[in-house]
């Protein structure tokens, strides 16, 4: 791999991240792509595979369940500290750092260790500064706030991974249109993953009934229309420090747009704000024309439509920042009874909770079937998506 001289030999090892328990439908949107799968690491919110050189923009442009595209140096199990010094001193970073370049190293540690990720930080940037003055004879200069390249080592508990940040600190799910701030607001990239999980297509009737700021109506529009996620992005991608711009304009240059397409999204939400808010989000992205939000209550559905939804995606309050746990009860069971008076016996519901027992229990009263459950780690929190439907 030659990434400076314009010349690319060998087709490159890659890994994502992405929110873990989420892998599965992340590896499928990779594979279209056009990324060959290596290794799906579940519960590990990482996916290995393989690919030329023009995933690197393609993947950060238009990938909608990730959250970084990484070239992947190496993975492998270590003991100490002193071998994670050792695995990285052994890689070749000629062809991703020019000596006039900064690095950084951003350490990621999960798991129990006897050394911090601090620790972690110091010693692979030491190890790539001695490896690149035995190689180049010149000492890279280290620069944290603002690095030329960001160097990922993830040790995660007995493996560490290495790779070169294609993405940068602003991480894919930051799309750039969220103008006002609901809240608690839905991870867009999990937004995408929830609505490929459904199964949608963009002739379906489409239901959030408790949309707040839209988010899941707003990324179904983008998918629909075939509007990059990376559209409205404002930080430039690590990437181009490293390839140049003009790989980015060719995978934009590539993109055709379905500005006109109509399709039926619609959104229910108790508070006028979030309304508003979620207009605001719509239009910046440029789907407001295809997405209509109602003022409403989720529990009396069946006063707001008449006609049955294909597929419904919700990300309900849970009870932690907006709502609080006694009224989540009634909520689910209110919901998903008055829901079910729109659901024919094809719909898909998707529901993201970290109220697990409770959407259960709500489920089973009114006689749903749940056909799949993820648990997926949102940040801190443990939550549990549901597949569900009538029949
Ligand atoms: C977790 S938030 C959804 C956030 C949204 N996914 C986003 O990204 O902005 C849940 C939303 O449900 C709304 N809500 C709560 N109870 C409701 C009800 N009975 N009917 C309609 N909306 C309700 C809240 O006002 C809140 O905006």
Redesign the pocket.
Known sequence: MRAHGGVFLIRLMYMVTLMPGLEEVASQEISELGGKIIEIRSGHGRILFEGDIDLIPKLNYLARTIERVLALLTVEKFQTLDDIYKIVKSLDFREWIRPDQSFAIRPLRVGEHDFTSIDVGRVAGQAVIDNYLEAKGVRLKVNLNNPDVIIRVDVIFDTVYVGIDTTGDTALHKRGYRIYQ?P???NPSI?ASLIRLAGWKVDERFL?????????LIEAAMMGRNIPPGKFRVTNYAFHKILGEDTLKRVMASVQEKRDLLMELYG????RK?IKG?LINADKAGVFDTITVIR????RLEELFRDPFDVVV?????GL???RKGIIRD?YF??LRSLKNLLHERSRVVIITSEDEVLRSAAMKNKYVIRREMRVKYGDLDTTVFLMGIT
């Not at 959030?208 to 899941?216: E, V, Y």
């Not at 919700?314 to 849970?318: A, G, R």
């Open positions: 609901h608690a607001p839905l937004a959030d009934p408790m949309c707040g700021s839209g988010t899941i229910v939400e108790k508070f979030h979620a409403g209550d989720a529990t919700v990300n309900p309050p849970y920042r907006i709502a909520l209110g919901f």
